[in-house]
């Protein structure tokens, strides 16, 4: 079987990961106020049989644990960023293209089309309308050729139109720009529902010179099953539970907003209008959907993929960074990076390096490799015992910020609204030199003791629970 989302909805099941609730709820609040109420259980897939006003089953929570993603693309969850840094320089397979596809059992055109039947949902309480969250926009570079996938927020608008907020600094932003430029359209797909693979391929930080759908084949170990799409100039993914066909007007420009992001805090945009040309899916599909604020839009968001180019643009100043994390409670802001710290300068430099690196960091706590930046315990340690604010610490201000951040300054300027922050970098390193030895270190000969050897397999399964408890709940 190919992989798609249904076979990896059921591997979770099997594991655990999965709750169903067969009772009828209403979409949008209801919907939403579960999947929150369980984040703090280990933030669990949930799949709600039947919805009010839906013709198809609703999932959410799918992507709330780095665990998760890992354990669906076969990595182990401290070697997928190692994997998507290394993934876009691998020889990929090229996807494989089929005339029957799945995604396309049932095809909408013109009149039948009616997004305001399906189950897209007003998330925040404060939201605009009703979002489109989970959909990845599937574009062509003009430049290089090549398919290009991200996740962006789209309002629906009507029953056959939608905006598509892509940051001008991002790729689709780039796309749409040179389209305006020309004074030409933008075909796109949004495929809405796949294998988990489809969404991580898309936030993997590749070059425009990298073919999404190849990348996607790199996850999977398998080459993409793909099908020319039915209404525009693309091949789309034969697996997927849903696709909205369509084309942009760039110069069509449409407020779009409050919306509830990832700080957790509401914003507004103005983004282009997207006319809906097809919807095709499956006979019998499930509609994925996606909580902005909640652990799943962290986790699928920053890992691998930010934190895979956050890592990599740190070694390329400091060759001996060894890994990094933004931590989901840290609403994507700050950066725990650790080194093998080979230069006094280390440290410093790996600050500056990931604030050039990722202009959404605010704060970055670098330690030495001793230290598990999954653990983050261990890194205010470090921060505690290890560092002297007069020296350790490096201000920097008046740089650039982004608009979700409530405590930034907003200003406009004449090509548009722009933000300024002020960043803080701790070097939590040890000198080369000099430093007490730590007084928890084990005992020689004890070093790699696994506890393991001294309990009952019923004993260790239950600490095994406790430690799972013990962490983050959104890690």
Same mark, same amino acid.
């Given at each position: 079987?190919?992989?798609?989302?249904?076979?990896?909805?059921?591997?979770?099941?099997?594991?655990?990961? #999965?709750?169903?609730?067969?009772?009828?709820?209403?979409?949008?609040?209801?919907?939403?106020?579960?999947?929150?109420?369980?984040?703090?259980?280990?933030?669990?897939?949930?799949?709600?049989?039947?919805?009010?006003?839906?013709?198809?089953?609703?999932?959410?929570?799918?992507?709330?644990?780095?665990?998760?993603?890992?354990?669906?693309?076969?990595?182990?969850?401290?070697?997928?960023?190692?994997?998507?840094?290394?993934?876009?320089?691998?020889?990929?397979?090229?996807?494989?293209?089929?005339?029957?596809?799945?995604?396309?059992?049932?095809?909408?055109?013109?009149?039948?089309?009616?997004?305001?039947?399906?189950?897209?949902?007003?998330?925040?309480?404060?939201?605009?309308?009703?979002?489109?969250?989970?959909?990845?926009?599937?574009?062509?570079?003009?430049?290089?050729?090549? #398919?290009?996938?991200?996740?962006?927020?789209?309002?629906?608008?009507g029953s056959h139109t939608i905006t598509v907020n892509a940051a001008p600094d991002h790729d689709l932003g780039r796309i749409f720009a040179a389209a305006r430029e020309r004074q030409e359209k933008v075909h796109i797909a949004v495929i809405i529902g796949?294998?988990?693979?489809?969404?991580?391929?898309?936030?993997?930080?590749?070059?425009?010179?990298?073919?999404?759908?190849?990348?996607?084949?790199?996850?999977?170990?398998?080459?993409?099953?793909?099908?020319?799409?039915?209404?525009?100039?693309?091949?789309?993914?034969?697996?997927?539970?849903?696709?909205?066909?369509?084309?942009?007007?760039?110069?069509?420009?449409?407020?779009?907003?409050?919306?509830?992001?990832?700080?957790?805090?509401?914003?507004?945009?103005?983004?282009?209008?997207?006319?809906?040309?097809?919807?095709?899916?499956?006979?019998?599909?499930?509609?994925?959907?996606?909580?902005?604020?909640?652990?799943?839009?962290?986790?699928?968001? #920053?890992?691998?993929?930010?934190?895979?180019?956050?890592?990599?643009?740190?070694?390329?100043?400091?060759?001996?960074?060894?890994?990094?994390?933004?931590?989901?409670?840290?609403?994507?802001?700050?950066?725990?990076?650790?080194?093998?710290?080979?230069?006094?300068?280390?440290?410093?430099?790996?600050?500056?390096?990931?604030?050039?690196?990722?202009?959404?960091?605010?704060?970055?706590?670098?330690?030495? @490799?001793?230290?598990?930046?999954?653990?983050?315990?261990?890194?205010?340690?470090?921060?505690?015992?290890?560092v002297q604010a007069d020296v350790d610490t490096v201000r920097l201000e008046g740089m650039k910020g982004i608009r979700m951040d409530p405590s930034a300054k907003q200003f406009f300027t004449p090509i548009g609204s722009d933000t300024l922050t002020a960043?803080?970098?701790?070097?939590?390193?040890?000198?080369?030199?000099?430093?007490?030895?730590?007084?928890?270190?084990?005992?020689?000969?004890?070093?790699?003791?696994?506890?393991?050897?001294?309990?009952?397999?019923?004993?260790?399964?239950?600490?095994?629970?406790?430690?799972?408890?013990?962490? @983050?709940?959104?890690?």
């Amino acid at each position: 079987m190919s992989p798609n989302l249904q076979e990896y909805l059921s591997t979770l099941e099997e594991s655990g990961e #999965l709750f169903r609730v067969r009772r009828q709820v209403t979409k949008g609040p209801e919907i939403l106020s579960v999947v929150k109420a369980l984040e703090p259980y280990g933030a669990p897939a949930v799949l709600f049989e039947s919805v009010a006003g839906s013709p198809w089953p609703v999932v959410m929570g799918t992507f709330g644990t780095r665990a998760r993603l890992a354990h669906s693309l076969g990595v182990a969850k401290g070697e997928l960023v190692e994997r998507a840094i290394q993934l876009p320089f691998e020889r990929l397979p090229e996807p494989i293209t089929v005339s029957n596809a799945a995604s396309q059992e049932v095809v909408l055109q013109e009149a039948e089309i009616d997004l305001k039947a399906m189950p897209f949902a007003q998330h925040s309480k404060s939201d605009a309308g009703e979002y489109i969250t989970a959909g990845v926009v599937l574009a062509r570079d003009p430049r290089t050729g090549k #398919l290009n996938t991200g996740m962006y927020r789209m309002m629906v608008t009507g029953s056959h139109t939608i905006t598509v907020n892509a940051a001008p600094d991002h790729d689709l932003g780039r796309i749409f720009a040179a389209a305006r430029e020309r004074q030409e359209k933008v075909h796109i797909a949004v495929i809405i529902g796949h294998h988990p693979a489809y969404l991580v391929g898309s936030q993997v930080k590749n070059t425009v010179a990298v073919d999404s759908h190849e990348i996607v084949g790199g996850l999977l170990n398998e080459a993409l099953r793909v099908t020319p799409a039915v209404s525009v100039d693309l091949p789309v993914p034969a697996d997927a539970e849903m696709v909205l066909e369509g084309v942009v007007d760039p110069n069509d420009l449409l407020s779009e907003g409050p919306f509830g992001e990832f700080s957790y805090h509401y914003g507004e945009a103005k983004a282009p209008v997207c006319t809906i040309t097809a919807v095709t899916h499956r006979r019998n599909p499930i509609f994925l959907d996606l909580h902005p604020t909640h652990a799943e839009h962290l986790c699928l968001w #920053l890992y691998p993929g930010r934190e895979a180019r956050l890592l990599e643009g740190v070694r390329r100043s400091v060759p001996g960074a060894v890994a990094a994390r933004i931590p989901f409670h840290g609403g994507s802001f700050s950066a725990y990076i650790s080194v093998n710290k080979r230069k006094e300068g280390d440290g410093k430099q790996a600050i500056l390096a990931a604030f050039a690196t990722d202009h959404f960091l605010k704060n970055v706590i670098v330690v030495d @490799d001793d230290i598990d930046v999954l653990d983050t315990g261990r890194v205010l340690w470090a921060a505690d015992v290890r560092v002297q604010a007069d020296v350790d610490t490096v201000r920097l201000e008046g740089m650039k910020g982004i608009r979700m951040d409530p405590s930034a300054k907003q200003f406009f300027t004449p090509i548009g609204s722009d933000t300024l922050t002020a960043k803080v970098g701790v070097d939590a390193t040890r000198p080369l030199t000099g430093f007490p030895e730590q007084a928890d270190l084990p005992h020689p000969g004890f070093e790699n003791l696994h506890f393991e050897a001294y309990l009952s397999p019923e004993d260790t399964a239950k600490i095994i629970k406790r430690k799972g408890l013990r962490e @983050d709940f959104m890690e």
